[in-house]
């Protein structure tokens, strides 16, 4: 009942030898769009026949070259070529955060050091600072007192 062939539809095999062509042949010739698929691994017979006369039509007439890539093909070169200059400048990008991140931690690290490393020496001069601020004040207070008086 549900016999493609009833509905004009026929398997990547029979199109190929109805053709007298590889089944690779008719795989490359359906992704260069030159013969239309109707659904999945079959083909409508009419549609693929016309469709396959008239590319040999128009590589016969010179219009059409086997060796020239198509419009769409030069298309879809050119996505390629963008598509992988894009993931080429997000790995770029990627590794460049990944750098800025290491010496960002790194930095971080010493910062997060740095009061163990001046805690000694603080401790020694906060005692110097001391005396020194005492003899200052020690002075101030002379001289405040001296005029006073």
């Known amino acids: 009942m549900n016999d493609p062939r009833s509905q004009g539809l026929y398997p990547k095999e029979t199109i190929a030898s109805l053709l007298n062509i590889s089944e690779r042949r008719v795989e490359q010739l359906v992704k260069k769009r030159v013969i239309p ?6 083909f409508d017979l009419g549609q693929t026949v016309s469709a396959y006369i008239r590319y040999l039509q128009g590589l016969c007439q010179g219009s059409l070259r086997e060796s020239e890539p198509s419009e769409l093909d030069r298309r879809l070169m050119e996505a390629r070529v963008l ?8 790995a770029k990008y990627r590794a460049d955060m990944m750098e800025h991140d290491m010496q960002d931690s790194r930095l971080r690290s010493e910062v997060r050091k740095l009061p163990e490393k001046l805690r000694p020496l603080v401790s020694d001069y906060d005692s110097r600072l001391v005396e020194l601020v005492m003899i200052e004040l020690e002075a101030l207070i002379g001289e405040i007192l001296g005029d006073a008086t």
């Not at 598509?83 to 997000?90: F, I, L």
């Open 37 to 42: 698929k109707a659904g999945r691994g079959v």
């Open 83 to 90: 598509e992988r200059e894009s993931k080429a400048r997000q």
